[in-house]
Structures are given as structure tokens and as C-alpha cells.
């Protein structure tokens, strides 16, 4: 499938999606919304596919809403339809894709790109790369699932803070607040991000996608309700050819051989 702001290959078990709008700092316009939430859905849909990177084209990862759209925005236009119709299905898409999402954190993550980025599930920074919650600059309050996910990452405060200060977060005080796995030198970010992704395309995909599932569910579980949900879980995971590959493998003292399922 051809899109118009996103750029989209697959390789090796790997999908990378890349934010495609560089001279905004890859701003979100709702085609950008759009086939951003489509491409990680296609992911979702393609066996083939067992881990995906996000990525932005140029010298930012997403500066956030286009805001040069904004202006052409007419009296009855709906703010909160525009976020339910846009932003939150992206979002959805991608805490709901079973699948790791590695975000290539390669410049500034600002507005709603800085919660696109927290939406995926492992960040790995620049050294060039900062986080900003800009919403407060253009008085908006924080959205894109921000107040849900910056929280529970750096604690209430620092994010209170960051969000009514809209003051840049480095990438080493981002890797010191856990808002990023890992900073690496800008020169070496796709090299060292396309390697930990290919790894990840190789491990057991299934177990990774219910791991995810169980993380997310258990944030608003009780401790016997993630018991339970674990167990469940577990049940699936051990019917998958990748278990016993896994422990046959381990017996037989060799790397094992995972095919996702
Ligand atoms: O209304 C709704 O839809 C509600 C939803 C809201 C969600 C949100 O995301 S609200 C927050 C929106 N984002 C922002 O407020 C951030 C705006 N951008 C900036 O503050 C700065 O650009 C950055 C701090 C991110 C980076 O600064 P810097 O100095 O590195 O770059 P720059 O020179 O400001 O930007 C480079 C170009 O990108 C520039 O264009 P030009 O002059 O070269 O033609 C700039 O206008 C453009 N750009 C940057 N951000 C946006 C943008 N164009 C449109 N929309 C942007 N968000």
C-alpha cells in the first residue's frame, strides 16, 4: 500500500514505520494520524511481522499536532471528536498490537508525538533526541494518552511539572527517569535499533504478545485478578510450538529456533 506521510518497510520479521513529514518535524496532519494507525493495524494482521519500529524521517521524531491545520479549522469543528476519531484509535492500535514496538527515538518528541512515543513499548533514544509535553505552550492540556501513560513511568510530580512547565526532558534525564530504555550516540541509533528489533523478530512472538496483554490488564487488576489472568495466559503460551522448542532447545544445550507461534 502506497502512503502519502508515512514510510513503510518490511524486512526480516521487521516493519519500520517511519514518521514522514520532516519539514514540520513530522507533525501529525489527520492523513499522518491515519496511516499511521492503518500501517501498525497492517502489522497487527501480517504473521510476518514480529516486531515493529517507529521512527521519524529528519531531525525530529513528531513535533505533534500540525498546528498550521488548526488555523484552517472551522466554528463547529470538535476538538474531543478530532482526538476520539484520531489520536486515541492510533493509540489504541498500538497498545493493542500484540506485538513489541520499538520507538527510534531519533530527535524531538513533542505534543502528541511525545505520546505516540509513550506509547510503544521500548524506547531507544538519540543523544540528539528530548521530550517535550508542549500542549500547556498553545494552553491545551496534555492528551494522546499522556496523563495516562507519563505518570505511571516518572510519577505524578515530574509529570505534573513536566506538563504545566512544557520544559524539554533530555535524553539523559529521560534514561534517568526510565522514559527511555536506552540513549545510544545519534550516529549509531538505526544501526542499533534495527539489530535489537531483528533480535526480537526471532524470539518466541507469541509469549511477547501476552506479555504485553497481561501488563496492560494488570494495571488495573487486583493481585488475585492478575493471578487469575497470568494462568489463563500461561495456558496459551504453553500449548505454542515456541515452548517446547524452547525447552527442548535448553536440553539440548543449542539456541532455540522460534517461529512466533
Ligand atoms: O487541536 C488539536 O488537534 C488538539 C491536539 C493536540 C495535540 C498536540 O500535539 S498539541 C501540541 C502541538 N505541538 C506543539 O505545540 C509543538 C510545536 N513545535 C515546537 O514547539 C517546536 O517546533 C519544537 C520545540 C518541537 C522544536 O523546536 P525547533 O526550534 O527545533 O524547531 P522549529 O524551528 O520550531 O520547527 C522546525 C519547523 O517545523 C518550523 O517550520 P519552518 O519555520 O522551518 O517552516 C516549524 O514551524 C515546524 N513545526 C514544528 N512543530 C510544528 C511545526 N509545524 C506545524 N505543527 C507543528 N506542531
Redesign the pocket.
Known amino acids: 500500500m502506497a502512503y502519502e506521510t508515512i514510510r513503510f518497510q518490511q524486512a526480516d520479521g521487521v516493519a519500520t514505520i517511519t514518521l514522514n513529514r520532516p519539514?514540520?518535524?513530522n507533525?501529525?496532519n489527520d492523513t499522518m494520524i491515519r496511516e499511521t494507525t492503518d500501517a501498525f493495524k497492517r502489522c497487527g494482521k501480517d504473521p510476518a511481522v514480529r516486531c515493529v519500529v517507529l521512527t521519524g524521517a529528519g531531525r525530529?521524531f513528531s513535533?505533534?499536532?500540525?498546528?498550521?491545520d488548526?488555523q484552517q479549522r472551522g466554528e463547529g469543528f470538535s476538538?474531543a471528536e478530532?482526538?476520539r476519531r484520531g489520536?486515541h484509535r492510533l493509540i489504541r492500535a498500538m497498545v493493542r498490537l500484540e506485538k513489541p514496538i520499538v520507538g527510534a527515538i531519533n530527535g524531538?518528541a513533542?505534543?502528541?508525538?511525545f505520546g505516540v512515543a509513550l506509547a510503544a513499548d521500548i524506547r531507544i533514544a538519540s543523544d540528539k533526541a528530548s521530550f517535550?509535553l508542549?500542549?500547556s505552550?498553545?494552553g491545551?492540556v496534555p492528551?494522546?494518552g499522556t496523563n495516562w501513560f507519563l505518570p505511571r513511568i516518572i510519577g505524578q510530580a515530574r509529570a505534573y511539572e513536566l506538563a504545566i512547565t512544557a520544559e524539554?526532558l533530555s535524553a539523559d534525564q529521560a534514561l534517568a527517569w526510565g522514559v527511555v530504555n536506552r540513549v545510544v550516540p545519534h550516529q549509531e541509533l538505526e544501526a542499533t535499533v534495527q539489530e535489537y528489533a531483528a533480535r526480537l523478530a526471532q524470539g518466541p512472538s507469541l509469549a511477547y504478545g501476552l506479555t504485553k496483554r497481561a501488563m496492560y490488564r494488570a494495571w488495573e487488576q487486583t493481585l488475585e485478578e492478575a493471578l487469575a489472568y497470568e494462568a489463563y495466559l500461561q495456558e496459551t503460551a504453553a500449548r505454542s510450538h515456541d515452548y517446547q522448542e524452547g525447552v527442548q532447545a535448553f536440553l539440548e544445550k543449542r539456541p532455540p529456533r522460534f517461529q512466533g507461534r
Open positions: 519539514d514540520t518535524l507533525a501529525f525530529g513535533s505533534g499536532q500540525d498546528l498550521g488548526v476538538i478530532h482526538l489520536y524531538v513533542a505534543g502528541a508525538g517535550i508542549a500542549f505552550r498553545v491545551l492528551d494522546s524539554r
